[in-house]
Protein backbone atom coordinates (compact mmCIF):
# COMPACT_ATOMS: atom_id res chain seq x y z
CA UNK A 1 0.00 0.00 0.00
CA UNK A 2 1.25 3.51 -1.01
CA UNK A 3 1.64 6.02 0.97
CA UNK A 4 -0.92 7.85 -0.64
CA UNK A 5 -3.30 4.84 -1.11
CA UNK A 6 -2.69 5.39 3.26
CA UNK A 7 -3.83 8.95 3.31
CA UNK A 8 -6.92 8.10 0.80
CA UNK A 9 -8.22 5.76 3.58
CA UNK A 10 -7.33 7.49 7.04
CA UNK A 11 -8.89 11.08 6.13
CA UNK A 12 -11.41 10.05 3.22
CA UNK A 13 -10.58 13.31 1.60
CA UNK A 14 -11.88 12.35 -2.03
CA UNK A 15 -15.89 12.37 -0.36
CA UNK A 16 -15.40 16.01 -0.33
CA UNK A 17 -14.87 16.09 -4.24
CA UNK A 18 -18.20 15.19 -6.39
CA UNK A 19 -16.40 12.80 -8.29
CA UNK A 20 -14.30 11.32 -5.80
CA UNK A 21 -11.56 13.51 -5.99
CA UNK A 22 -9.15 11.66 -8.19
CA UNK A 23 -5.33 12.42 -7.86
CA UNK A 24 -6.10 16.04 -6.37
CA UNK A 25 -6.26 15.61 -3.40
CA UNK A 26 -3.32 13.44 -2.76
CA UNK A 27 -1.45 14.72 0.30
CA UNK A 28 2.52 15.20 0.69
CA UNK A 29 1.90 17.27 4.77
CA UNK A 30 0.99 15.01 7.02
CA UNK A 31 -2.94 16.05 8.20
CA UNK A 32 -3.38 15.71 12.27
CA UNK A 33 -6.27 13.65 12.94
CA UNK A 34 -9.32 14.95 12.01
CA UNK A 35 -12.66 14.10 10.94
CA UNK A 36 -15.44 15.07 7.85
CA UNK A 37 -18.47 17.02 9.33
CA UNK A 38 -21.47 16.85 7.20
CA UNK A 39 -24.35 18.83 7.29
CA UNK A 40 -27.13 18.84 9.36
CA UNK A 41 -30.26 17.68 7.01
CA UNK A 42 -32.21 20.43 8.93
CA UNK A 43 -29.31 23.01 7.41
CA UNK A 44 -29.18 21.63 4.10
CA UNK A 45 -31.14 24.07 2.04
CA UNK A 46 -32.25 21.61 -0.81
CA UNK A 47 -31.71 17.84 0.63
CA UNK A 48 -28.60 17.49 -2.21
CA UNK A 49 -25.71 17.39 -0.36
CA UNK A 50 -25.00 14.08 -0.29
CA UNK A 51 -21.32 14.56 0.64
CA UNK A 52 -19.09 15.74 3.77
CA UNK A 53 -18.84 19.65 3.63
CA UNK A 54 -15.34 19.98 4.81
CA UNK A 55 -12.60 18.02 6.70
CA UNK A 56 -11.68 19.37 10.01
CA UNK A 57 -8.83 18.93 12.17
CA UNK A 58 -9.67 17.29 16.31
CA UNK A 59 -7.24 19.93 17.53
CA UNK A 60 -5.59 23.34 17.43
CA UNK A 61 -2.89 22.96 14.94
CA UNK A 62 0.76 24.57 14.83
CA UNK A 63 2.12 27.37 12.91
CA UNK A 64 2.95 26.61 9.49
CA UNK A 65 0.55 24.20 8.55
CA UNK A 66 -1.74 26.10 7.36
CA UNK A 67 0.95 27.64 4.56
CA UNK A 68 2.49 23.92 3.64
CA UNK A 69 -1.38 23.12 2.77
CA UNK A 70 -2.13 26.40 0.85
CA UNK A 71 1.08 25.73 -1.26
CA UNK A 72 -0.25 22.55 -2.24
CA UNK A 73 -4.21 23.41 -2.70
CA UNK A 74 -3.17 24.06 -7.16
CA UNK A 75 -2.06 19.92 -6.70
CA UNK A 76 -5.25 18.62 -4.05
CA UNK A 77 -7.64 20.93 -4.42
CA UNK A 78 -7.98 21.67 -0.90
CA UNK A 79 -8.30 24.87 0.25
CA UNK A 80 -7.18 25.41 4.31
CA UNK A 81 -9.24 27.41 6.40
CA UNK A 82 -8.35 28.15 10.61
CA UNK A 83 -11.74 27.40 12.38
CA UNK A 84 -12.45 29.68 15.83
CA UNK A 85 -12.38 26.48 18.53
CA UNK A 86 -15.48 25.87 20.57
CA UNK A 87 -18.99 25.01 19.89
CA UNK A 88 -19.47 26.45 16.73
CA UNK A 89 -22.24 25.41 14.17
CA UNK A 90 -19.84 22.94 12.35
CA UNK A 91 -18.94 21.12 15.19
CA UNK A 92 -22.82 20.00 15.07
CA UNK A 93 -22.61 20.03 11.46
CA UNK A 94 -25.37 22.99 11.63
CA UNK A 95 -24.10 24.07 7.98
CA UNK A 96 -25.56 24.55 4.75
CA UNK A 97 -22.63 23.88 2.04
CA UNK A 98 -24.16 25.20 -1.37
CA UNK A 99 -22.29 24.32 -5.16
CA UNK A 100 -19.41 26.66 -5.82
CA UNK A 101 -20.88 26.79 -8.96
CA UNK A 102 -23.90 29.17 -7.83
CA UNK A 103 -21.55 31.87 -7.10
CA UNK A 104 -21.29 32.21 -11.12
CA UNK A 105 -24.80 33.84 -11.14
CA UNK A 106 -23.78 36.89 -8.30
CA UNK A 107 -21.42 40.05 -8.85
CA UNK A 108 -19.86 41.77 -6.37
CA UNK A 109 -21.09 44.78 -8.40
CA UNK A 110 -24.39 43.52 -8.32
CA UNK A 111 -24.47 42.82 -4.66
CA UNK A 112 -23.10 46.15 -3.66
CA UNK A 113 -25.81 48.18 -5.45
CA UNK A 114 -28.54 46.28 -3.74
CA UNK A 115 -27.28 46.33 -0.65
CA UNK A 116 -26.57 50.39 -0.67
CA UNK A 117 -29.98 50.49 -1.86
CA UNK A 118 -31.79 48.76 0.69
CA UNK A 119 -29.57 50.26 3.26
CA UNK A 120 -28.10 53.73 2.51
CA UNK A 121 -31.61 55.59 2.96
CA UNK A 122 -30.97 54.99 6.81
CA UNK A 123 -27.69 56.26 7.33
CA UNK A 124 -26.40 58.92 4.96
CA UNK A 125 -24.74 60.95 7.10
CA UNK A 126 -22.04 57.74 7.73
CA UNK A 127 -21.83 57.44 4.40
CA UNK A 128 -20.55 60.32 3.28
CA UNK A 129 -19.42 61.55 0.83
CA UNK A 130 -21.66 59.19 -0.92
CA UNK A 131 -24.83 59.83 0.77
CA UNK A 132 -27.62 57.34 -0.68
CA UNK A 133 -25.26 56.79 -4.09
CA UNK A 134 -23.89 53.73 -4.92
CA UNK A 135 -19.94 54.69 -5.61
CA UNK A 136 -19.68 51.35 -7.29
CA UNK A 137 -16.54 48.90 -6.99
CA UNK A 138 -13.25 50.62 -6.25
CA UNK A 139 -10.27 50.52 -8.44
CA UNK A 140 -7.75 47.18 -7.99
CA UNK A 141 -4.85 47.94 -5.66
CA UNK A 142 -1.17 47.20 -6.46
CA UNK A 143 -0.15 44.33 -4.67
CA UNK A 144 2.71 45.02 -2.52
CA UNK A 145 3.48 41.36 -2.07
CA UNK A 146 2.94 37.81 -3.11
CA UNK A 147 -0.69 36.84 -2.41
CA UNK A 148 0.50 33.25 -1.17
CA UNK A 149 2.98 34.51 1.00
CA UNK A 150 0.72 37.54 2.48
CA UNK A 151 -1.75 34.60 3.46
CA UNK A 152 0.65 32.32 4.53
CA UNK A 153 2.34 35.13 7.10
CA UNK A 154 -1.56 36.14 8.46
CA UNK A 155 -2.59 32.39 8.83
CA UNK A 156 0.69 32.53 11.14
CA UNK A 157 -0.87 35.41 13.44
CA UNK A 158 -4.17 33.67 13.70
CA UNK A 159 -2.78 30.25 14.42
CA UNK A 160 -1.32 31.75 17.63
CA UNK A 161 -5.21 32.24 18.69
CA UNK A 162 -4.82 27.44 18.85
CA UNK A 163 -7.85 27.23 16.47
CA UNK A 164 -8.63 24.29 14.78
CA UNK A 165 -8.02 23.70 11.10
CA UNK A 166 -10.38 22.99 8.15
CA UNK A 167 -10.24 21.80 4.40
CA UNK A 168 -12.04 22.40 1.80
CA UNK A 169 -12.65 21.32 -1.87
CA UNK A 170 -12.61 24.66 -3.55
CA UNK A 171 -10.76 25.61 -7.08
CA UNK A 172 -9.98 29.28 -4.86
CA UNK A 173 -10.33 30.45 -1.18
CA UNK A 174 -13.45 32.75 -1.87
CA UNK A 175 -14.91 29.06 -2.95
CA UNK A 176 -14.82 27.45 0.34
CA UNK A 177 -16.40 29.63 2.19
CA UNK A 178 -19.56 28.08 0.13
CA UNK A 179 -18.20 24.93 0.32
CA UNK A 180 -17.96 25.01 4.03
CA UNK A 181 -21.67 25.62 4.18
CA UNK A 182 -20.70 28.70 6.80
CA UNK A 183 -23.22 31.47 8.04
CA UNK A 184 -21.99 33.92 9.90
CA UNK A 185 -23.49 36.56 8.23
CA UNK A 186 -27.31 34.87 8.13
CA UNK A 187 -28.32 37.94 10.13
CA UNK A 188 -27.12 40.80 7.25
CA UNK A 189 -27.55 38.47 4.18
CA UNK A 190 -29.54 35.35 4.12
CA UNK A 191 -27.54 33.43 1.53
CA UNK A 192 -23.60 32.84 1.67
CA UNK A 193 -23.23 32.43 -2.22
CA UNK A 194 -23.60 36.07 -2.96
CA UNK A 195 -20.66 36.74 -0.42
CA UNK A 196 -18.66 34.52 -1.82
CA UNK A 197 -19.04 36.33 -5.75
CA UNK A 198 -17.79 39.73 -3.66
CA UNK A 199 -14.55 37.52 -2.32
CA UNK A 200 -13.98 36.42 -5.28
CA UNK A 201 -13.74 40.14 -6.74
CA UNK A 202 -11.39 40.76 -3.92
CA UNK A 203 -8.83 38.02 -4.57
CA UNK A 204 -8.58 39.31 -8.13
CA UNK A 205 -8.59 43.21 -7.40
CA UNK A 206 -6.92 43.12 -3.87
CA UNK A 207 -5.15 39.96 -3.66
CA UNK A 208 -7.10 38.96 -0.61
CA UNK A 209 -7.29 35.06 0.68
CA UNK A 210 -10.13 33.52 2.93
CA UNK A 211 -7.94 32.69 5.90
CA UNK A 212 -10.07 32.20 8.76
CA UNK A 213 -13.89 32.08 10.11
CA UNK A 214 -15.28 32.08 13.46
CA UNK A 215 -18.88 31.79 14.13
CA UNK A 216 -19.73 35.18 12.70
CA UNK A 217 -16.11 36.12 12.14
CA UNK A 218 -13.99 36.10 8.91
CA UNK A 219 -9.82 36.91 8.46
CA UNK A 220 -8.71 37.71 4.94
CA UNK A 221 -5.18 38.03 4.33
CA UNK A 222 -5.00 41.35 2.00
CA UNK A 223 -1.70 41.58 -0.74
CA UNK A 224 -2.84 44.60 -2.48
CA UNK A 225 -4.43 47.13 0.36
CA UNK A 226 -5.36 50.52 -0.69
CA UNK A 227 -2.45 53.09 -0.36
CA UNK A 228 -4.17 56.94 -0.33
CA UNK A 229 -6.74 57.95 1.60
CA UNK A 230 -9.54 58.65 -1.50
CA UNK A 231 -8.77 54.75 -2.42
CA UNK A 232 -9.20 53.76 1.34
CA UNK A 233 -12.87 55.28 1.27
CA UNK A 234 -13.92 53.64 -2.18
CA UNK A 235 -12.54 49.98 -0.21
CA UNK A 236 -14.40 51.06 2.68
CA UNK A 237 -17.66 51.80 0.90
CA UNK A 238 -17.43 47.75 -0.08
CA UNK A 239 -16.83 46.64 3.00
CA UNK A 240 -20.21 48.48 4.24
CA UNK A 241 -22.07 46.84 2.14
CA UNK A 242 -20.49 43.59 2.77
CA UNK A 243 -20.34 43.69 6.51
CA UNK A 244 -22.22 47.18 8.22
CA UNK A 245 -21.53 46.36 11.75
CA UNK A 246 -17.60 46.36 10.83
CA UNK A 247 -17.96 49.87 9.89
CA UNK A 248 -20.74 51.05 12.11
CA UNK A 249 -19.81 49.43 15.36
CA UNK A 250 -16.52 49.64 14.95
CA UNK A 251 -15.30 53.73 14.17
CA UNK A 252 -19.14 54.62 13.11
CA UNK A 253 -18.34 56.36 9.62
CA UNK A 254 -17.30 55.16 6.37
CA UNK A 255 -14.18 57.79 6.88
CA UNK A 256 -13.00 57.03 9.92
CA UNK A 257 -12.87 53.21 8.90
CA UNK A 258 -11.06 53.95 5.93
CA UNK A 259 -8.38 55.96 8.00
CA UNK A 260 -8.33 52.51 9.35
CA UNK A 261 -8.06 50.17 6.53
CA UNK A 262 -5.15 52.10 4.83
CA UNK A 263 -2.16 49.97 3.96
CA UNK A 264 -3.60 47.43 5.93
CA UNK A 265 -2.65 43.83 5.19
CA UNK A 266 -5.44 41.82 6.41
CA UNK A 267 -9.19 42.73 6.70
CA UNK A 268 -11.30 41.42 9.40
CA UNK A 269 -14.91 41.10 9.43
CA UNK A 270 -17.90 40.38 12.36
CA UNK A 271 -21.42 40.24 11.97
CA UNK A 272 -23.55 41.03 14.73
Request: aromatic content about 12%.
Amino acid sequence: MSVHEQRRLSADLGLLFGDGGGNRWELSVELPPGTLVWPDPDYDRWRTHHRPSFWLSDDPVPAGLWSRLRAEHRRSGLWPVLLEDGMQPWSAGQIAPDSPDEIDHFTAEGFMAEAWADLAGDYEAELTPFGIECPGLAEPGTPVADPGMVADWYADVIAERMTPLGLAAAARSADALVAIGWQGALHHNEWTVPLAAVLRSWEDRFGVRLVALGFNTMELSVAAPPVTAAHALSVAAEHWTFCPDAVFQGPGTLEDYAEQIIGQNFWSFWWD
